[in-house]
């Protein structure tokens, strides 16, 4: 079975202070493959990052950073220096090989970042 | 590129009736997903299409949902009748490859339907 939990159900931090949104998946895939993706109040999935079980490089975009970690079957989100604009539901999804392509989400995190 | 348009962006509705939402994906885009996504919960898939067939609809309750992608493009899913707990976010996505089982391509998501059911 694959399961992701995101623990952190809301967060709140003031502007300018550093997050970390928590992501533990399982699965007894071999390959896999794991996403960020975020919600603003518009309703639309915004995606962040993409990620195989293959690569475990750590990866920063400009204030977003993401740590993959297989040992603990973990994929955390940074976001540094926050601003207002990050205030959204932000939710880690996992999808196996022989999945097709089916993604199962977290319950999601709610980051409100307030000025 | 233009990105994934869904219609309608709201839908309030009384239990029993019948409500359809309509999906564009982005162009050239071969798989097309319905998710429905509950609110405080992450989405769920309903059914998955690869071009004009069904790919998995193990999730779907089938007594009350259908879903259709003619042509391979645009995508129509039904509820008929509607229940309360059917109140709900659809969202629909769509990746530009066809899935297959060693790979996973990156889902792009529409706006969704927010659907009240009173």
């Known amino acids: 079975a694959q399961k992701v939990t995101q623990a952190q159900t809301e967060i709140s931090v003031v502007e300018k202070e550093d997050v970390t949104l928590d992501c533990v998946y399982e699965t007894r895939d071999t390959t896999y493959y794991l996403f960020w993706y975020k919600q603003p109040p518009s309703g639309e999935l915004v995606f962040l990052i993409r990620?195989?079980?293959?690569?475990?490089q750590n990866e920063i975009s400009g204030r977003y950073s993401w740590n993959f970690q297989k040992s603990t079957s973990s994929f955390n989100f940074t976001i540094t220096a926050s601003q207002v604009v990050d205030s959204a539901v932000y939710f880690c999804?996992?999808?196996?090989?022989?999945?097709?392509?089916?993604?199962?989400f977290g319950q999601g995190t709610e980051l409100s970042v307030k000025p | 590129e233009a990105g994934v348009a869904q219609s309608p962006r709201y839908k309030i509705i009384e239990k029993r009736q019948s409500v359809a939402f309509w999906c564009n994906p982005i162009?050239?885009?071969?798989?097309l997903y319905w998710y429905q996504q509950i609110l405080g919960q992450g989405p769920k898939l309903l059914i998955q299409f690869q071009n004009n067939g069904v790919v998995d609809d193990s999730q779907l309750p089938k007594d009350r949902f259908s879903a259709e992608r003619l042509k391979g493009v645009d995508s129509t899913l039904k509820i008929q009748p509607a229940k309360l707990e059917d109140s709900a976010v659809y969202l629909c996505a769509s990746s530009p490859r066809l899935e297959n089982a060693f790979y996973t391509d990156t889902q792009y998501f529409g706006p969704g339907t927010r659907l009240t059911v009173l």
């Open positions: 999804a996992l999808s196996g090989d022989n999945q097709g392509g089916k993604l199962i």
């Open positions: 162009s050239g885009h071969a798989t």
């Open positions: 990620r195989n079980s293959f690569d475990e």
